[in-house]
């Protein structure tokens, strides 16, 4: 069982190096908010998309309810 974990492990360490990260290696010299401009870009994109989304959602769910009433009030005479 123990070698089975340590293989896994040993596989995930190496996969983790393939890996690209969205900032740069340790060994640059950019210090600060700027060595992590890849990531910050990211999560403003994913950021906006959202609020853009939820937007859509909500006037749908407005338009949606109004369009309801409307066709309910018409009905109900």
């Not at 492990?9 to 950019?30: D, H, M, Y």
């Not at 999560?43 to 409307?70: C, E, H, N, P, R």
């Amino acid at each position: 069982m123990l070698s089975k974990v340590s293989s896994f492990l040993g596989e995930v360490k190496s996969e983790l190096r393939k890996a690209t990260w969205p900032w740069e290696p340790a060994s640059s010299n950019i210090k600060g908010f700027k060595k992590y401009k890849e990531l910050i870009d990211s999560t403003l994109v994913v950021l906006v998309s959202m609020a853009l989304l939820a937007g859509f959602v909500a006037l749908s769910d407005i338009m949606l309810q109004k369009a309801v009433g409307l066709i309910t009030m018409l009905g109900g005479n």
